[in-house]
């Protein structure tokens, strides 16, 4: 009973979203085809506004898994849903628990919501991926989908008290498979985590310059 009213007000809250930034500037969605849905997959988006968590788990073909940061499951009002869409992320100390609970997810075929900057870039340019989505995405073998969000920053920039007029773009990328290794004897497909990592925000980079977005 409890998944199932979950699920429910994960499906209205992301219909609303859709709803408020259709009619505040535009909401245009590309390539959700491109999101397998027959096993696990990682979902990674630049990060320019605190609009895009919400963004992206409005848009996704289904329930999204976030790894959030463990402050925001301690805040009352939050805690409830919040609980059931993300776990918790320590940034400060990361623990292997978590790299254990995000593959555990993905083997469960969740799509999986990870951020390679680890934080919003406050400058708009792109920043380098940390080294936690390399080993997750080599050590589970998941497909990952790199996104590029454009808009959010206009809509909610930086110390903005309130959500500005901004059309808002989504481009889900082809997926790309990874896997780790040592030997490293075949150089496109295993590579080490930092490689992985550096390849995402390449991609992510490549959906900038096709998709007119020269800020970075």
Do not use: C
Not at 204 to 212: A, F, P, S, T
């Amino acid at each position: 009973m409890i998944d199932f009213i979950y699920i429910t007000l994960y499906k209205l809250v992301a219909l609303t979203i859709r709803i408020i930034f259709r009619l505040n500037g535009g909401l245009e969605v590309i390539g959700r085809e491109n999101i397998p849905d027959e096993a696990g997959v990682i979902i990674a988006p630049n990060h320019i506004s605190y609009l895009d968590p919400p963004i992206i788990g409005a848009v996704l073909p289904k329930n999204g898994t976030f790894m959030a940061r463990k402050g925001l499951f301690e805040i009352p009002v939050l805690k409830w849903m919040i609980s059931r869409a993300a776990f918790p992320v320590d940034r400060e100390r990361p623990r292997p628990s978590t790299i254990k609970e995000a593959i555990r997810r993905l083997k469960k075929n969740e799509l999986l919501i990870m951020f390679p900057e680890g934080k919003r870039s406050d400058s708009g340019e792109l920043m380098e991926a940390k080294r936690g989505i390399g080993m997750i995405a080599g050590l589970s073998k998941a497909a990952i989908v790199p996104t590029l969000i454009k808009g959010s920053d206009k809509a909610l920039p930086v110390d903005a008290r309130w959500i500005k007029r901004a059309k808002i773009t989504v481009v889900f990328d082809k997926p790309i498979y990874y896997t780790l290794t040592r030997e490293r004897k075949d150089k496109e497909k295993n590579v080490s985590q930092d490689d992985i990592g550096g390849r995402i925000m390449d991609a992510i980079r490549k959906l900038q310059e096709d998709y007119g977005d020269n800020s970075s």
